[in-house]
C-alpha cells in the first residue's frame, strides 16, 4: 500500500517525527559468509519488508538492462547480511504474497509502465542503452532477482517468512511487536501500522539507513544510543562525486555503492540508524492512533480510487498540506463538543458501527472541496473509505494452522481449513474416498513445506487466484510477438499447472452451474432454454426459488431443479494477462486445462514420485528426454534442455526459412559457452563457502562489487537473452510443479563440508529451481558479441571444455527431428568468426565488430589441428567462439 504524500510530509518533519542511533561494529560478531541463526541471542530484531530490499540493493548497484547479473547480487547480499550483523542486528526477511484482487489495476498499470520500459529500452540507441545510467527510473528488474535473495538468505541461516496472501506490511509489524524490533522497509504504512502497538522500536525507512566512519578503537560493546566517542575526523563520512576523474579510463565503470551496505573503504564501518517511534505521528497530528487508520484512508492509498481525494483536496495544495488539511478537520469532528450529536438531528446510536459511519460521513462532508451531487454517492465514498481503514487491521497470529496451510483452505473464509482433521473424517469412512484424502493432503503438505521456504510462490498464487495470474514482463521487443503466448510457452505452463491441481487435489477454479447429465434431454441445450422460458413467462428473476412461487418446501430448488437437479463444476481455466500481439497493451488469455482424469487407486500424484520420474516429466516437456542429457550431472540437465527448447520453439515461430527468430550456430555455442562460464563460477563460489573456516576473511578480503565493463547491447542479442529468460521463467513454474528442490539451498551448517580443495568438482545438485546459477547477462552479451568477459572470476580452462564438449553433444543429439532448428548446425562451411579480445576503449566498451579469420587457407589449417567443439589446443583464456567449435 502506501499514504500518497506520507515519504514527502515524513521528510519535511524529520526533526519532530525521528531519532536516530549509532550502531559501531563489535569486533567479537561472527562474520562467516554462512553463519548460523542462533547468533541471534541478545541481538537487535530487525523486520525487514524483504521486497523493498530486493529493487533497491539490486537497482544502486546493478545493470538491469543486461537481464539480470545473480552471483554478484548474490555477494552483494551476503554483504549486507554480514554488515548488519556486524553491528548487532539480526533481520528476519518477510515477502509479500499474492496481491489482493482489490490491487488488479494497480498491478496491470506497474505492467503497463514495465512495456514503457521495453518500448525506450528497443527504440533507444545502442550506445546510449548500453550506458549504466540508462532509465533509473521505469526499469524491468531481472525475473530471479527474488530467487537469488531468497537463495542467499536460506545459505546465510537468516530467518524468513513468506506471506501466502495479501501484503506483507501487518506480518512485519506483527513480528516485530512480538520481538520488540525495528521495521524496516520503504512503505509508509508502516507508521499508520505500528500505531497501536507497544514494543515496536520503531520504523526504519530504507533511504535513513547510513554508514559512517566510526571510531578507531571498537574493543568494548557500546549499546545502541551511544553516540560513538571520537574525533569529527573519525565520524565523518566521506562522499565521493561520481564526477571526479572523467579522464580515467576506468571513469565508466559502474562504481555505485547502495546505502544499504558498508563501502569498502570504511575501516570501522559505523551505521546511523533514523527510526520513527511508534507513538510519533500521534503525536505530532494529535490524533488518537486508533484513528490513525482513518486518517490515512482519507489522505489515499491503493484503496482509494484517485477521483475520490481530488474531490477531498484543493488543487493549488501541496502533499504536505493536504495532509494537515485531513488530520485538522479529523481532529474538529472528533473533539468538537458541537460534533456531539448526528447530522441529522436525531438521537445519537450506541452502536459503535453507526457511530464509525456517522464520523466519516461528517468528515467526509467537511473535507470535500464540492458536495456530493446524490446521497447515493456520498453512502459509496463513506463505504470505500471505511474499507479501506479496515486494511490496516494487523493479524492476530502469524503462525500456520495446520501443515497444509495455506493450501487448507483456511485464506478462504467461506470454507475454512479443510484438512482431514477439522472436517472430522475418521476411519468409518470408505476407504477409497480416505485414501484420495490422504493422496490430496499427501500433496498438500510437501507444496506447503516448500511455500515455507518461498520456493513455489507461482503455485501458490494459482491455487488462491487461478483467475489473475500475472506473467512477469522481460525486456522484450514490442514490435515482436509476445514470447509468453507462444505455443511452445503455454505448454509447459499448462503441464506445470495439470500437475499442481492433481497434487494440491484441485485448483480453486471458479464454478459454473451446469444441469446432471443423466437429466440432459438433448445435445443442443433445449432444457436450458425451456427453463429460461419459463422463468421469463412466470417472471421469476433467476434468484428467486421455486418455493416463492409453488410453496415447494426446499428453499435451494429453482423450478427446473424440481426435476434435474443442478450440480456446480469448476471452469478449468487460468486467466493470464500477458502482452497482445505486437502491441503494448495486456489483455486476460484463458489458458485451460484438460478435463480432469479420475486417479488410480493408490497411485501416487506426480509430484510425489520418486526424483527419476519427476525428472523425466520435467525433461520430456522440454523435448529433451535424450538418453544423452539424462546421462548428463542432474545440475546440468535444466541448461541443456532450455536452450534446446529454446531453438525448438524459435524455429517453430518461424514463417520461413530465413526467418530471423531462428537460432544460429554461434548463438547457441555462445550462450551455452556463457552459461557453463557462469555455473562454474557459482560452482567456485558455493564451495568458497564450505571451506571457509577463519571468519573474519569473510568480511575483510571481500570482492567490490561496483565497476566492470559493460558491453554493448546489441538488439539481436537482447531478444535472445529475453526469449531465454522468458523461457526460464515458465520452466522454473514446472519445476515448482514438480518439487524439485535444491539439495544447496540448505544453510552450510546442516551439511558436511567437503574434505579438501580438490572436492570442488561435485556438482551441486538439482538446479531447477535456481537457474539463475547459469545466467549473467554480461556474460552473455560479451560472447554474443564475440569478446571474451572481463569480469572477475571468468576463467575457461579445460575442466570447462570438457563439460562443454559434453554438454554440446547432448544438446545436439536427435535435434534434426524437428527440422532446421539451429542456422547452420550441419554446414560445415557456415560462417563463423573468431573472438579475440579487443583492448578496451577510452569509454569502457568493448569492440562489437565481428573480427574475420585472415584467409581460407588459415581458417582451414586452424579447422584441420581442432576436432572438439571448442577445440583441444583453443587458447581458451585468450579467444572466445572459434572457428573451430564448429566442426
Known amino acids: 500500500m502506501g499514504v500518497r504524500g506520507f515519504e514527502s510530509f515524513i521528510r519535511e518533519n524529520r526533526t519532530s517525527l525521528t531519532k536516530t542511533i549509532s550502531l559501531p561494529t563489535i569486533d567479537d560478531t561472527p562474520s562467516s559468509s554462512l553463519t548460523d541463526s542462533s547468533i541471534d541471542v541478545g541481538r537487535i530484531p530487525i523486520i525487514v519488508d524483504a521486497w523493498g530490499v530486493i529493487f533497491k540493493l539490486y537497482l544502486d548497484t546493478l545493470p538491469w538492462t543486461s537481464g539480470g547479473e545473480y552471483l554478484r547480487y548474490y555477494k552483494l547480499i551476503k554483504r549486507l547480511v554480514n554488515a548488519w550483523r556486524s553491528v548487532g542486528l539480526e533481520p528476519t526477511f518477510v515477502f509479500d504474497g499474492a496481491a489482493p484482487p482489490e490491487k488488479h489495476q494497480t498491478i496491470l498499470s506497474r505492467a503497463s509502465d514495465k512495456l514503457l520500459s521495453c518500448q525506450l529500452f528497443y527504440t533507444t540507441s545502442i550506445p546510449s542503452r548500453s550506458s549504466p545510467s540508462f532509465s533509473k527510473n521505469k526499469v524491468v528488474l531481472p525475473f530471479f532477482a527474488s530467487h537469488t535473495f531468497i537463495y542467499a538468505l536460506h545459505r546465510l541461516g537468516v530467518a524468513t517468512h513468506f506471506v501466502p496472501a495479501g501484503e506483507a506490511d501487518g506480518v512485519c509489524v506483527s513480528m516485530a511487536e512480538k520481538v520488540g524490533g525495528y521495521v524496516f522497509g520503504r512503505d509508509s504504512d508502516f507508521v499508520i501500522l505500528m500505531g497501536r502497538t507497544e514494543r515496536v522500536r520503531g520504523y526504519v525507512p530504507i533511504d535513513m539507513l ?19 566517542n571520537g574525533s569529527e575526523q573519525d565520524s565523518f563520512r566521506p562522499v565521493y562525486n561520481c564526477r571526479r576523474n572523467m579522464n580515467s579510463p576506468t571513469s565508466n565503470l559502474m562504481n555505485k555503492q547502495s546505502s544499504l551496505i558498508p563501502s569498502s573503504t570504511l575501516k570501522n564501518p559505523t551505521l546511523v540508524i533514523t527510526y520513527i517511534p511508534s507513538q510519533a505521528l500521534r503525536h505530532r497530528l494529535r490524533i488518537p492512533s486508533t484513528h490513525l487508520p482513518l486518517f490515512a484512508s482519507l489522505c489515499g492509498t491503493d484503496y482509494i480510487p484517485p477521483s475520490i481525494t481530488v474531490q477531498f483536496y484543493e488543487n493549488h495544495l501541496t502533499s504536505f498540506q493536504k495532509i494537515e488539511k485531513a488530520a485538522r478537520i479529523l481532529r474538529e469532528q472528533l ?105 490430496e493432503v ?5 507444496y506447503s513445506k516448500a511455500q515455507k521456504k518461498g520456493l513455489v510462490g507461482t503455485i501458490t498464487h494459482g491455487w488462491l487466484y487461478p483467475d489473475r495470474m500475472y506473467q512477469w514482463q522481460v525486456l522484450e521487443d514490442l514490435s515482436g510477438p509476445c514470447l509468453k503466448a507462444s505455443d511452445g510457452a503455454k505448454g509447459i505452463r499448462r503441464k506445470a499447472w495439470m500437475i499442481a491441481d492433481e497434487g494440491l487435489g484441485g485448483l480453486r ?3 459454473s452451474e451446469i444441469v446432471d447429465d443423466k437429466m440432459d434431454l438433448d445435445s443442443d441445450g433445449s432444457q436450458a432454454q425451456d427453463e429460461k422460458e419459463l422463468r421469463d413467462l412466470l417472471g421469476v428473476p433467476s434468484s428467486e426459488t421455486c418455493s416463492e412461487i409453488e410453496g415447494v418446501a426446499s428453499d435451494d430448488t429453482t423450478l427446473v431443479e424440481q426435476v434435474a437437479p443442478t450440480l456446480t463444476r469448476p471452469i478449468r481455466e487460468m486467466t493470464e494477462y500477458l502482452r497482445q500481439g505486437s502491441t503494448a497493451k495486456i489483455i486476460a488469455s484463458p489458458l485451460t486445462l484438460p478435463p480432469i482424469q479420475p486417479p488410480i487407486t493408490g497411485e501416487l500424484p506426480i509430484c510425489l514420485k520418486p526424483i527419476e520420474e519427476r525428472l523425466k516429466i520435467y525433461l520430456e516437456s522440454l ?28 524455429s517453430r515461430r518461424s514463417t520461413g526459412k530465413t526467418d530471423h527468430n531462428k537460432w544460429r550456430r554461434e548463438e547457441v555455442v555462445a550462450v551455452l559457452r556463457a552459461m557453463i562460464g557462469t555455473y562454474t563460477m557459482w560452482k567456485r563460489e558455493l564451495h568458497s563457502e564450505e571451506l571457509l573456516k577463519d571468519k573474519a576473511k569473510s568480511t575483510n578480503k571481500h570482492e567490490e562489487e561496483g565497476g566492470r565493463f559493460y558491453p554493448l547491447l546489441e538488439t539481436r542479442s537482447a ?54 546459477i547459469f545466467f549473467s547477462g554480461v556474460t552473455l552479451h560479451s560472447l554474443l558479441a564475440k569478446n571474451e568477459p572481463t569480469q572477475n572470476g571468468w576463467k575457461w580452462t579445460e575442466e570447462e571444455e570438457r563439460v562443454f564438449e559434453s554438454c554440446w553433444n547432448a544438446l545436439i543429439d536427435g535435434l534434426e527431428e524437428y527440422g532446421g532448428c539451429i542456422v547452420g548446425l550441419n554446414n560445415p562451411h557456415h560462417k563463423i568468426v573468431s573472438a579475440e579480445v579487443e583492448p578496451q576503449s577510452m569509454n569502457g566498451n568493448l569492440r562489437q565488430e565481428e573480427i574475420e579469420g585472415d584467409g581460407r587457407a588459415k581458417k582451414h589449417k586452424r579447422k584441420k589441428r581442432t576436432k572438439s567443439p571448442l577445440g583441444a589446443n583453443a587458447n581458451v583464456g585468450r579467444f572466445g567462439v572459434l572457428e573451430g567449435m564448429l566442426e
Open 210 to 228: 547510513n554508514w559512517i566512519e566510526g571510531p578507531s578503537n571498537n574493543n568494548t560493546y557500546q549499546p545502541p544510543g551511544a553516540r560513538a
Open 335 to 439: 473533539y468538537s463538543p458541537s460534533n456531539n450529536l448526528p447530522s441529522n438531528g436525531k438521537k445519537k446510536s450506541d452502536n459503535p458501527g453507526d457511530q464509525v459511519v456517522e464520523l466519516v460521513r461528517r468528515v467526509i462532508k467537511k473535507l470535500c472541496v464540492y458536495p456530493f451531487d446524490t446521497q447515493q454517492s456520498l453512502d459509496e465514498t463513506v463505504n470505500l473509505i471505511i474499507e479501506a481503514a479496515l486494511q490496516y487491521s494487523l493479524p492476530s497470529n502469524v503462525d500456520d494452522c495446520c501443515a497444509t496451510y495455506p493450501f487448507c483452505g483456511e485464506l478462504d473464509l467461506t470454507l475454512g481449513c479443510q484438512t482431514p482433521v477439522s472436517l472430522g473424517l475418521g476411519l468409518e469412512d470408505e476407504s477409497d474416498s480416505l485414501k484420495k484424502e490422504e493422496r
Open 442 to 446: 499427501s500433496g498438500k503438505e510437501e
Open 509 to 511: 477454479f471458479p464454478r
Open 623 to 650: 523435448h529433451s528426454n535424450t538418453e544423452s542429457i539424462r546421462s548428463l550431472p542432474v545440475s546440468l540437465q535444466p541448461l541443456v534442455s532450455l536452450i534446446r527448447f529454446c531453438v525448438i520453439d524459435a
Open 719 to 772: 531478444n535472445l537473452i529475453a526469449q531465454i529468460g522468458s523461457v526460464w521463467s515458465d520452466v522454473q513454474l514446472l519445476a515448482q510443479a514438480l518439487l524439485l528442490l535444491p539439495e544447496s539451498i540448505n544453510p552450510i551448517r546442516n551439511r558436511s563440508p567437503p574434505t579438501s580443495p580438490e572436492d570442488n568438482g561435485s556438482e551441486i545438485g538439482t538446479t531447477h529451481l535456481i537457474p539463475f
